[in-house]
């Protein structure tokens, strides 16, 4: 576009809405001029890391944390893209799904930065500061399984036998399998990590999950008539990244500062963590129709 049509499009633009064209035109001469800092929200940005207590290399679990909640919402913003739309083609699943994976790779390769990143005395002393928070308590991460798949992908076996007939969204959040975290079942008593987890979130995962039913990836996915093996393939490398490599990534972050001699160092959300964490007894899984028996039987196992 040359400069005289430029101005024309600009121009037609702001008539075809009713507005004097002139007063935007105008007003272009006194708008300031765009900056890194600004655009980016530095500042802001970098304000906010707060540790609470003096040791150096709790500033590396923030941040890290920090990274991680942004990357989280990358893959959000992808899961979303799918999930908001009536019906997207194969072309457009892989293409966000294969972004989703790249930023689930992230994740994964980046973990290191907290299993040998930080002193290990230091990390054991001011993680005692910070309970009851735990990662656990990430929403982002519950949001993103309740935009990926149905509820009863997220209920394992033990929790598939407690399940009434014909469950509501209640029931299955009753039995989800992220409440093994912090439910006793005999006593019925709940850690506080859960219970603050609970009391803020609970409500928008109900939500969430009923403004899903029909609409999730996996649901979208199983409606693509044919499949081809690149979409089931990205799939389950999306499956096996989320679901299986960044908890076993985490679950031996955990190891290394928890049980590195056999302590078994109680977690500051108070789970049965070695257990809870392995992907083998979570059985989370975004696309069970897509595996066969045998890989299901195998889930998460070494
Ligand atoms: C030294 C680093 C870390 C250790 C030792 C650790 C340890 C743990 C433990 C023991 C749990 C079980 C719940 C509890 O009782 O607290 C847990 C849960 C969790 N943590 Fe971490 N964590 C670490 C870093 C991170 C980071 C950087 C994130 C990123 C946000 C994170 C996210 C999570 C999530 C999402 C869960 C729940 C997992 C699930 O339900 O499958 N953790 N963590």
Partial sequence: MNREELINAIVAKYEAIGENPDTYLEGLLHSQLMNYWDYIQVDTLLSLQKPRTPFADEEIFIIYHQVTELVLKLIMHEIKQITGSAQPTEAEIIERVTRANRYTTMLITSFAVMKDGMDY???????????????????????????????????????????????????????????????????????????????????????????????????????????????????????????????????????????????????????????????????????????????????GKD
């Fill in 121 to 299: 005395d230091d990390y054991n002393t001011f993680r005692l500061s910070l309970a009851p928070a735990s990662g656990f308590q990430s929403a982002q991460f519950r949001y993103i399984e309740l935009r990926c798949t149905r509820l009863e992908n997220l209920v394992n076996a033990t929790g598939k036998e407690r399940l009434p007939a014909n469950p509501s969204t209640e029931d299955y959040f009753e039995h989800i399998y992220w409440k093994d975290a912090g439910l006793n079942r005999k006593t019925g008593k709940k850690t506080l990590t859960l219970r603050q987890f609970e009391e803020k979130y609970l409500e928008s995962f109900v939500e969430l999950a009923n403004e899903m039913r029909g609409e999730t990836l996996e649901e979208k996915v199983a409606r693509i008539e044919n499949p081809s093996d690149e979409l089931l393939k990205k799939l389950k490398y999306f499956d096996k990244f989320y679901n299986i490599e960044w908890p076993k990534t985490h679950l031996n972050t955990a190891k290394h500062y928890l049980d590195a001699k056999g302590e078994e160092k109680a977690a500051t959300g108070g789970s049965e963590w070695k257990k809870y964490l392995h992907p083998m007894y979570q059985q989370r899984k975004f696309f069970p129709e897509i595996y066969t028996a045998e890989e299901l039987e195998h889930w």
